[in-house]
């Protein structure tokens, strides 16, 4: 079936500690996004990506980097620098409208 | 840069009619989506407008007046399995031909009976 898979479903991030959360789709689609959602807040943009090998920076890129090697994969790598970490991660695909994956739920130890 | 403003919270009455506005401001508009998420979980699509007017989707509607950078959903005959976000997202694109999809803080919607 055609679709969007984020993992893992939670991550846990040490002091000091990058972690990557992985993004890959199988639909085809050229652009793709991750955003950050707070508890009771909305999506915050944090890096897109319309073509491989070329991302921009979202509203609140600072903390984290991405990469876009291929058009099927789109990881997301939150920095030591990120000082606030813990949020509810979601990564989407699509040109009109947009497919979610199913989200990763990032906790600090 | 762009801004997107809806309601917090809005409640509304089993089997009652209600209307969530979003209103807007940028430069390079291309689009205005409506998603539905429940708590934990990834948002749904709703509706789509890239012109003016209403568009029609069984129990759900949207609208979108361009000139006033404002949108609204309507809801009807609501059910309580509607008690969730509604986010209000906006498609613009810049000088350098990148398209990006910003989104709204969401209205919590609360069905009671």
């Known amino acids: 079936d055609g679709g969007i898979t984020q993992s893992p479903k939670y991550l846990f991030r040490k002091e000091g500690q990058n972690v990557t959360l992985s993004c890959e789709q199988n639909?085809?689609?050229?652009?793709m996004y991750w955003y950050r959602q707070d508890p009771g807040q909305g999506l915050r943009l944090i890096y897109y990506?319309?073509?491989?090998?070329?991302?921009q920076k979202g509203d609140i890129a600072e903390g984290y980097s991405v990469s876009r090697e291929k058009k099927e994969s789109f990881p997301l790598t939150v920095t030591s620098a990120q000082k606030n970490p813990t949020a509810f991660y979601l990564c989407?695909?699509?040109?009109?409208?947009?497919?979610f994956g199913s989200g990763t739920q990032l906790s600090v130890l | 840069g762009q801004n997107i403003d809806q309601p917090t919270e809005m409640t509304a009455t089993e089997g009652a009619i209600v209307q969530i506005n979003c209103t807007y401001q940028?430069?390079?508009?291309?689009?205005l989506f409506w998603y539905q998420q429940h708590a934990g979980e990834a948002p749904t699509f709703l509706s789509y407008?890239?012109?003016?007017g209403l568009e029609e989707k069984g129990r759900f509607s949207s609208f979108l007046s361009r000139s006033k950078g404002y949108s609204y959903l309507l809801l009807k005959e609501l059910q309580m399995k509607d008690s969730a976000s509604y986010l209000c997202?906006?498609?613009?694109?810049?000088?350098?031909?990148?398209?990006?999809?910003?989104f709204g803080t969401g209205t919590k919607l609360q069905v009671i009976p």
């Open positions: 989407a695909s699509g040109g009109g409208e947009l497919f």
């Open positions: 639909l085809n689609h050229d652009a």
């Open positions: 990506s319309q073509i491989v090998n070329d991302f």
């Open positions: 940028t430069s390079g508009f291309n689009g």
């Open positions: 407008n890239v012109l003016d």
């Open positions: 997202a906006m498609r613009n694109g810049n000088s350098g031909g990148y398209q990006k999809v910003t």
